[in-house]
């Protein structure tokens, strides 16, 4: 991995981490970059002194570049998460139960989230019922 020091048009200095020096200028004539401050994509590399890197210091960079970018992931996630129960029923436990009585017209029709175990959800989508899973937020399973 190579970190490119970036700026864009509107001087705003950045970093970037590429496979190669050509994978740069691959994304950028895709316009697949964009500055993080103001999106623009009028990206170069600015000055950068050179680094020569240890293993050990490798090893740090790769589990540092991980774990930003699990944190990330995360930030999405939960983010889609909120966006998928915004205005949304907590049912817990009676997922399942519920989602059958909208279903079937018992109850009336509304946007419900819950928990429901695998057989729980087969069974449901074998009758017809309409599901969604949620995203799993990594913080959830610790």
Known sequence: MI?????CDHEHDFDGWF???D????????GLLTCPVCESAKISKSLMSPSVATGRQKEKLALA???????EVAKQ?????????????????RFP?????????ES???????????EEVASLVDEGVEIVPLPSL???AN
């Open 3 to 7: 970190n490119f020091n970036l700026i």
């Open 108 to 118: 009336e029709k509304r946007g419900i989230y819950g928990e429901a175990n695998r």
């Open 138 to 140: 990594p913080d959830e």
């Open 77 to 93: 996630l939960k983010a889609l998460r909120e966006k998928m129960t915004e205005g949304s029923e907590d049912v817990g436990s």
């Open 65 to 71: 570049n991980r774990t930003a970018g699990q944190q």
């Open 23 to 30: 994978d740069f200028d691959v994304q950028l004539k895709k």
């Open 19 to 21: 496979g190669s020096s």
């Open 97 to 105: 139960e519920e989602a059958r009585k909208i279903h079937y017209g």
